[in-house]
């Protein structure tokens, strides 16, 4: 293009100009304005080396740091540590409210130390977790912490045997001897039938998580151990072939098909709000007619009509501490396999209530304490 007469060519500048960049500060140059050994200062920005240094070094080590920019170099200490300081998180399905205060306490207290979560979502769907896992050990994760666990499941029991560092949370698997960190279903359960039976319910329904789930076994044997504490047989149980709304109202439909429960306690909300839907679809009423319980207590469950009764597992720090314990084994600070309950709390709403014509009862002697 012609520059008409007179008219001044703006000035190029020079391409050494043009690619020149700020160098990244180095750990050398943090050492040198600190005043201190380059080995000392990769101590003192370490956590896990910070405690054998002055904490007045560590101190003006970490502002000379930060007052130069400098981040350590993640590829670079990979390398030097043979750690990519990266967690494997599977969870089974993302979109249930249940794994994101799980999966959100794992992310908080990895990045306190240094780490960071990679999660996938499996659909409990064996086969896409066994390419999850494998895509996550191609790039070199340091452990996992799954929560996609069966009961028998042949990938764990693989991984565990090559020595893979692993963390089970929220489920078990059966004869697998790793850490794992659950709620305590057990009692949760058995305060969900006191508080029916106080309200005198005697004729109590169960509709049960998938047999393949630690969670579903445990829950429905903590039921029937419970009914038989009181001398009760469950007006009837079915199994949900998985942990959802549309599961839990197939189930609930035919629990109202073999029996005439008065109450129902549900393997899980999604389960219980499934049980609401069967009843809306008979034209029954909770608790009216039926009353419903459910497990887990996820988060607006409240907000249901009725308000959903709930046992609440404290599903954050059931990743803060599944991430104690995968960072405690990554660190050499335990070898043992540990199993871990964290207290269940019964949170009672309006979705339960005496059964029709019945006066709530006060239960006899040798009956279990009250619910907490």
């Known amino acids: 293009m012609a520059v008409p007469p007179g008219t001044r060519r703006p000035r190029q500048a020079p ?10 500060p180095t750990l050398r140059d943090v050492a040198t304005a600190a005043g201190v050994h380059p080995a000392t200062a990769s101590r003192a920005l370490n956590e896990d080396t910070r405690s054998l240094v002055r904490p007045a070094t560590v101190e003006r080590v970490r502002q000379v740091a930060t007052a130069l920019g400098y981040s350590p170099n993640p590829i670079a200490r990979s390398l030097k540590t043979n750690r990519s300081e990266t967690v494997g998180v599977l969870v089974p399905d993302i979109t249930n409210p ?23 979502n499996t659909d409990n769907d064996p086969e896409r977790a066994a390419l999850n896992f494998a895509a996550m050990q191609a790039r070199q994760v340091d452990g996992y912490i799954i929560a996609t666990a069966r009961r028998d499941d042949p990938l764990l029991h693989d991984a565990a045997g090559r020595g893979v560092p692993m963390v089970l949370v929220n489920r078990q698997t059966e004869g697998l001897d790793v850490s794992a960190v659950t709620g305590d279903d057990s009692v949760g359960i058995s305060r969900v039938v006191d508080h029916l039976v106080d309200l005198g319910h005697t004729r109590i329904g169960h509709v049960a998580g998938p047999s393949s789930t630690s969670t579903g076994i445990a829950r429905e044997r903590a ?99 599944a991430a104690r314990l995968l960072l405690d084994r990554l660190s050499g600070r335990s070898t043992t396999p540990r199993s871990v309950l964290l207290p269940v709390t019964l949170v009672v709403r309006g979705s339960t209530a005496p059964p029709p014509g019945a006066r709530a009862r006060r239960r006899g002697r040798g009956s279990a304490p009250s619910p907490g």
């Open 15 to 24: 391409i050494a100009t043009l690619s020149r960049v700020a160098p990244r």
């Open 98 to 120: 249940v794994f994101p205060p799980i999966v959100r306490g794992v992310e908080d207290f990895l990045a306190e130390h240094g780490y960071t979560a990679l999660t996938a």
């Open 223 to 321: 039921f029937r151990s419970a009914l038989e504490r009181y001398d009760l047989s469950a007006a009837a149980a079915v199994t949900a072939q998985a942990f959802t709304e549309a599961a839990g109202r197939t189930a609930m439909l035919e629990l109202l098909e073999a029996g005439a429960p008065t109450a129902v306690v549900a393997g899980n909300d999604l389960l219980a709000i499934g049980c609401y839907d069967a009843l809306d679809d008979l034209g029954l009423e909770c608790p009216r007619d039926v009353s419903v319980v459910g497990f887990n207590d996820m988060p607006f469950i409240g907000r249901l009509r009725p308000p959903l009764t709930s046992v609440r597992v404290p599903q954050y720090e059931l990743g803060i501490e």
